[in-house]
């Protein structure tokens, strides 16, 4: 048996073991397909060796949401971010569960931060009413009902951001 058969076999255990709804019992079926293509026993996957671990960010926001989801994952919040550079890394030693909840975790959560930062933009930009002067108004199309609930939550949520208060200082004659 190969290394990277009984990682990925780990991993899917894992996942079968931690998933929700219908992915648990996806990877439970998976799982017993590969044991039993490849001969592999539970005494092979459950072992609990830690490997170097490498997670990217982009942001200081994405950094944020990483070490987030590390510390909701391996209840630890000790990590170590290599200073080569302008590497955006964390990195671990982790169990190749903890390694793929990790991935799996951040990846959906980054997606999601990206969307719900896009509806708190146009919520602000809204509140402030910071548009172009010269701005002209589009000739109306019916939107979309996804469009519809989006604009929605756009103004929900404009309601509860603070406005700017900005007074123009006028320089005066003499």
């Known amino acids: 048996m190969t290394t990277k058969l009984i990682e990925l076999a780990r991993k899917i255990n894992e996942l079968a073991k931690r998933g929700i709804e219908g992915e648990r019992e996806a990877a439970e079926i998976a799982l017993d397909r590969l044991m039993r ?6 005494e092979d996957i459950e072992g609990e060796e830690k490997t ?37 890394n964390i990195v671990m030693d982790l169990t190749a569960a903890e390694n793929i909840e990790i991935e799996f975790k951040y990846a959906i959560y980054r997606r999601l931060l990206k969307e719900e930062y896009e509806i708190f933009y146009c919520a602000f930009v809204q509140k402030n009413k910071i548009f172009h002067p010269d701005a002209e108004a589009k000739e109306h199309v019916e939107p979309t009902p996804e469009q519809k609930a989006k604009n929605r939550r756009i103004l929900d949520m404009a309601e509860s951001i603070k406005k700017g208060n900005i007074h123009k200082q006028l320089a005066t004659a003499r």
């Open 52 to 88: 170097r671990c490498h997670f990217a960010y982009g942001s200081a926001p994405e950094k944020q949401l990483l070490m987030q989801v590390i510390a909701s994952v391996t209840k630890i919040k000790s990590y170590f971010v290599p200073r080569n550079g302008n590497t955006k």
């Open 37 to 42: 293509k490849h001969g592999i026993t539970i």
